[in-house]
Nanobody
Framework: QVQLVESGGGLVQPGGSLRLSCAAS????????MEWYRQAPGKQRELVAT???????NYADSVKGRFAISRDNAKNTVYLQMNSLKPEDTADYYC?????????WGKGTLVTVSS
């Protein structure tokens, strides 16, 4: 299977910024649609952002204007730049790779937004 490893999580103050990275083991990374999800304790996992293999991006309403997803196919890596962070953004953040009927998940990285 494709292996995904997230990094960049941590503690940040409200209004601060953080950049998450997701590195993939797959050499044909460029053909996958890539997504970031998040899951707060006791809540359902939700889709945060998507970047397709063609470069099209989409965001959840709650993060529009604050988060930006991007990918570097040469490095087999997808990023999530998070600005103007709010306490409500606190969650485990997961990277997902999707191609046709197959999907792969990373193990997550914790983001805590607190003063």
């Amino acid at each position: 299977q494709v292996q995904l490893v997230e990094s960049g999580g941590g503690l940040v103050q409200p209004g601060g910024s953080l950049r998450l990275s997701c590195a993939a083991s797959e050499s044909i990374f460029s053909i996958y649609d890539m997504e970031w999800y998040r899951q707060a304790p006791g809540k359902q996992r939700e889709l945060v952002a998507t970047v397709t293999s063609g470069g099209t991006t989409n965001y959840a309403d709650s993060v529009k204007g604050r988060f930006a997803i991007s990918r570097d196919n040469a490095k087999n890596t997808v990023y999530l730049q998070m600005n103007s962070l709010k306490p409500e953004d606190t969650a485990d953040y997961y990277c997902r790779a999707l191609r046709r009927g197959l999907s792969y998940w990373g193990k997550g990285t914790l983001v805590t937004v607190s003063s």
